[in-house]
């Protein structure tokens, strides 16, 4: 059974958490500027839209990550560990982050593309936030600090 929620934890981390990584990241591009500005009577570029279905869909689906991996160190005896607990909130953070700034602000920037360079760097440093806390918890992962032997 561990083997199980174990390859479901890595796969839906590359799947879902992989996918809003790389929409997240390229949203700003189409979402911004005179292209997108072509599109704003049309709901947006359409890879900005795409983009956006892709981050919202795939950020709701993501939750399967931390619950088999909350499953699996429960089962493992591990969930009181340094580097899990320090996943967690990580990936707590993440979620917050995605949730209540970046899928609100990639739906007004559809409703609205902003053709200033400011809009564009916000939505890029959200992103790159998310990327970053993301690169965190993989680093947990495979150091492990904390991890009884």
Avoid: C
Avoid at 114 to 120: E, F, L, Q, W
Wanted: aromatic fraction near 8%; glycine fraction near 10%.
């Amino acid at each position: 059974m561990n083997y199980f929620f174990l390859i479901i934890h890595v796969a839906s981390a590359i799947l879902f958490i992989g996918g809003v990584t790389v929409s997240t990241s390229l949203f700003p591009r189409y979402a911004t500027g005179a292209d997108a500005a072509a599109f704003a009577e049309k709901g947006g570029h359409p890879a900005a839209v795409a983009m956006h279905r892709i981050t919202y869909v795939y950020g709701r689906l993501a939750i399967i990550t931390p619950v088999a991996g909350l499953l699996l160190a429960v089962m493992l005896g591990r969930l009181m560990e340094l580097w899990v607990l320090l996943s967690i909130a990580l990936v707590a953070a993440g979620s917050v982050l995605l949730v209540v700034q970046i899928i609100p602000m990639q739906r007004e920037m559809l409703k609205n593309p902003p053709v200033d360079g400011k809009a564009r760097g916000r939505a890029m440093g959200y992103a790159g936030m998310l990327n970053v806390i993301w690169l965190a918890v993989l680093v947990l992962m495979f150091l492990k600090p904390g991890a009884s032997a």
